[in-house]
């Protein structure tokens, strides 16, 4: 019985309520056959904070088609869903939506805050939910996982208390990145550094003895409050004299010492710098050699303490604009240069962030790098991504850990008096716990095991996928991110965390720019998919870059993507309004050529798509498979089966054929556009699902095939050109003959006279006959012969050769004057005299040529 899809590709109609009855099968959820090998990828969890971005969508779309391809092969493929609490940043947003009512979280408490923050996690967990069905991610929702999940905090704490046991977590006052909005603590790669445009200020501070001043120069004013002394090089000559001397804060009476270290780098500024050891990292370490003291002049919210005299309370930025003003009325500014530096920003808030001592959580990180850089086995995709990973990794700072914030994992620390104890219980009364929370990155980091029951080392889940097969992520995040799960991984469960990691690049716009709010350039995923369809937008995400590389988001290429969907709605249409039975059956031994060529480019499709595949190579993938079904199968292929089909005896085989190959070009595409793939399979199948279909195999080969359809394709590919060339329609019949001195070929055309007959429009066609007045075309085992006259029109080619004549007559006279010209000769150069005899020469023999033609015309 035929099938009639509809005339136009309609992905609504395709992809409404598909993801549904995907669920209704419960065909995501692994784990019912335990006799299949298991394969595992987690999702690298998107933060509560907001919708995903085209990032998510290209990131989670490669996971996917790993995923569905396994679990076509055979495998246990358990896609595991889950989101990240993403401290910082979601408090942010939660402290922005409370503003806006009125509303500060002091206002709340922290029990009543957190149930605001709980609210938007479920608001947003929702519609991210929503993405994901949207972009069609074969999840396993019975499994899905969140970072501040009871029995994640269970290993956060786990993880917490032994390193402090070990001795590799410890609390101390040391230099780290500040967040002034968010008042926490920030790593650092949390810190965004961009070149920003400021000013070195030059500040005279006067010498205690009243002899003269020192002169410093620095970006940050507002500091000097809290500077402990002005510092010169041991060997600088300028100031060996200084070396022991105080100087005046200038603006105040406070006195500080001039020191000499090394760290001073002599061609900067004036060669004398202040030391502000709370306010600087290097600071810091020249105070800890130098014992100075380390006071804070500025508040956690970026505004200044009483150590500042009258700017006490203002912001810091005003302060500096207002003491700037002070010194200049003091004749204490020498001069102010503008001055472009990196500066580093907050990447959760986006304000600049202070460098600031503060009592904080660190992890100690020597024992854990040193432990994983000697046994790691992960492979890296692309490999040059390893050697970026081990290089930061042997340079890696101590982690802070803490973060002044409410929404996380509360850290397992109690304090009474000078007593500190870690453990999860209160230890007893009086005991206080920490007031801060973990950083976010410090519970993803266990995201591989945490969210498969470890620390239990007996969940079914841990013992049968773990360690996971591929982690699928930005290369932008291999250090805050995948760099942890490996030291975490290996620190706790002894196995790296995954065999392999596929890093992907970023999306950026036509111009090749990120993608940012305040450039404007962003795109909605759901916007796309509104557009042209999941699929379409799959297909372009994957199919647009190799691993490791950027890729420009261009809606040219999304169309494109959707043409080829649209493409194989239409190859699809034409097979099913030309099958009488879906269930007939290859005989292999009525088989044409054809037939026998398009089942070995099959099985060849199938091993390089193979190939690809597995070295996660997916834009080569869609090439190969695009090439495929559109040049091969749908060009060639299903125009030659018009003329099979009409043969009773070639019909049915025929059929078989078309299904066959179409059944498989489905299944190859099912992991990359699953919808449509998904609607077409079940149209000419009994199964349930495409998706627990089996993958492919190469199971044709016929070797004679393809050259035996190299020489027919090269026959028809050459006459059409012909036909281009003279501007001859193809439904015009032309006379043929054909030169054969191969009996294999010979014995072919004969054969499949009717599809030469066909694809050529042959008015007649004969065998090494002669025949005058002909055109030659050589193929490799044929030579073409045209008659001229179905070419030609004998009177047009008439006026044409005579038109050609009278320009040719008219140029030659020109250039043989220019020639004959003796001005011409002595002033032209030798360059422009050259080129005009090489032109008469070449006029000459085109108007020899042209007669000799109309010699044949008389």
């Keep these: 019985m035929k099938k009639e899809l509809e005339s136009k590709y309609d992905f609504r109609k395709v992809e409404e309520n598909r993801y549904n009855t995907w669920l209704n099968l419960d065909l995501f959820r692994a784990g019912k056959d335990k006799s299949r090998q298991p394969f595992t990828v987690v999702i690298p969890p998107p933060n509560v904070t907001g919708k995903l971005h085209l990032g998510h969508a290209w990131d989670t779309t490669i996971q996917d088609i790993i995923i569905r391809r396994k679990r076509m092969q055979g495998y246990d493929a358990l896609y595991l869903p889950g989101m990240d609490h993403a401290g910082i940043a979601t408090q942010a947003k939660v402290d922005e939506r409370l503003r806006e009512q009125g509303i500060s979280r002091y206002d709340l408490g922290r029990e009543k805050y957190l149930e605001h923050a709980w609210g938007w996690k479920e608001e947003y967990a929702s519609i991210i939910r929503q993405q994901w069905a949207k972009l069609g991610l074969s999840l396993d929702y019975s499994r899905e996982r969140f970072t501040l999940d009871d029995d994640l905090n269970k290993a956060v704490n786990k993880v917490f208390i032994t390193l402090y046991n070990k001795g590799w977590i410890y609390r101390g006052n040391r230099i780290i990145n500040w967040d002034p909005e968010a008042k926490t603590a920030l790593s650092n790669i949390e810190v965004e550094h961009i070149e920003t445009k400021g000013k070195l200020y030059y500040f005279n501070y006067p010498l205690v003895d009243g002899n003269g001043f020192m002169t410093v120069a620095t970006t940050r004013p507002e500091t000097m409050f809290a500077d402990q002394a002005l510092m010169v090089h041991p060997d600088d000559n300028r100031y060996q004299s200084f070396i022991g001397k105080h100087v005046y804060i200038p603006g105040t009476e406070i006195q500080i010492p001039i020191i000499a270290d090394d760290y001073v780098d002599r061609s ?4 004398v710098v202040k030391v502000t050891p709370a306010h600087d990292p ?5 105070a800890i050699r130098h014992h100075l003291n380390m006071p804070l002049c500025m508040n956690d919210d970026g505004t200044m303490n009483e150590m500042a005299f009258e700017f006490n309370g203002m912001d810091r930025f005003e302060c500096r604009k207002l003491l700037v003003e002070k010194l200049k009325n003091l004749g204490l500014v020498q001069k102010i240069e503008e001055h472009i530096h990196m500066v580093g920003y907050s990447e959760r808030t986006g304000v600049m962030v202070e460098p600031r001592l503060s009592l904080q959580w660190f992890v100690k990180m020597d024992g854990l790098t040193k432990q994983l850089l000697e046994n790691n086995q992960v492979e890296f995709v692309p490999e040059r991504f390893k050697k970026t990973f081990e290089n930061w990794m042997n340079n890696i700072q101590d982690w802070c850990i803490s973060r002044q914030l ?12 000078d007593e500190v104890k870690v453990q999860v219980e209160c230890p007893g009364e009086g005991w206080v716990q920490d007031e801060d929370v973990l950083d976010t990155w410090f519970s993803s980091a266990l995201w591989p095991f945490s969210t498969l029951g470890w620390p239990n080392e007996e969940h079914p889940d841990f013992k049968r996928y773990y360690p996971t097969d591929v982690l699928v992520t930005g290369y932008d995040i291999i250090f805050f991110w995948v760099s942890r799960m490996m030291f975490q991984g290996y620190e706790f469960t002894h196995k790296d965390p995954f065999k392999t990691v596929l890093l992907h690049g970023l999306i950026r716009d036509k111009e090749g720019r990120k993608m940012s709010k305040s450039l404007g350039n ?7 998919i509104d557009t042209y369809g999941a699929d379409a937008l799959r297909y372009f995400v994957v199919s647009n870059s190799a691993p490791g590389m950027d890729t420009r988001y261009e809606i040219e290429k999304v169309e494109y993507s959707w043409n080829f969907i649209n ?6 249409r034409f097979v099913f309004m030309n099958i009488d039975d879906y269930n007939v059956e290859i005989d292999e031994e009525k088989l044409t050529i054809f037939d026998q060529w398009i089942l070995t480019r099959l099985s060849e499709t ?16 869609s090439q190969t498979m695009t090439s495929f079904i559109w040049d091969e199968f749908a060009n060639w292929y299903l125009e030659i089966s018009k003329v099979s089909l009409q043969n009773e005896s070639l019909r049915k085989n025929t059929q078989a054929v078309l299904l066959y190959v179409l059944k498989d070009i489905m299944k190859l595409l099912h992991p990359f556009i699953p919808f449509v793939t998904e609607k077409l ?8 699902s495409i998706m627990i279909s089996e993958w492919p195999k190469k199971k044709y080969k016929f070797h004679d095939s393809k050259q035996l359809f190299k020489t027919f394709e090269d026959v028809v590919t050459k006459i059409r050109n012909l036909r281009n060339e003279y501007q001859v329609a193809l439904s015009k019949p032309l006379d043929i003959v054909l030169d054969i001195d191969n009996n294999d070929v010979l014995n072919f055309v004969k054969k499949y006279e009717i599809y030469f007959m066909k694809f050529l429009n042959a008015k007649t066609f004969k065998i090494n006959e002669y025949i005058e007045n002909a055109i ?14 179905d070419l030609i029109d004998p009177k047009a080619e008439l006026e044409a050769l005579l038109k050609q004549k009278d320009t040719l007559e008219k140029e030659i006279i020109r250039s043989k004057n220019m020639l004959e010209n003796e001005k011409f000769l002595q002033k032209a150069p030798k360059e422009k005299v050259l080129e005009e005899r090489t032109k008469y020469d070449q006029y000459l023999k085109q108007y020899e040529e042209i007669v000799k033609r109309l010699e044949k015309h008389v």
């Design 606 to 621: 199938i091993e390089t798509v193979d190939n690809f595949y597995d070295r996660y190579e997916f834009n080569e993938a």
């Design 282 to 286: 290097n600071d810091y370490e020249v």
């Design 681 to 688: 399979f079940l149209e000419i199948s009994d199964e349930p």
């Design 567 to 572: 493409k194989l709605w239409n190859i699809s």
């Design 776 to 789: 030659l075309i050589t193929t490799s085992f044929i030579n073409l012969h045209i008659l001229k006259s």
């Design 268 to 271: 900067f500024g004036s060669g």
């Design 522 to 528: 962003g795109v909605d995923p759901m916007d796309v």
């Design 406 to 417: 409410w929404w996380g994992h509360r850290i397992p620390a109690w304090f009474k008096g």
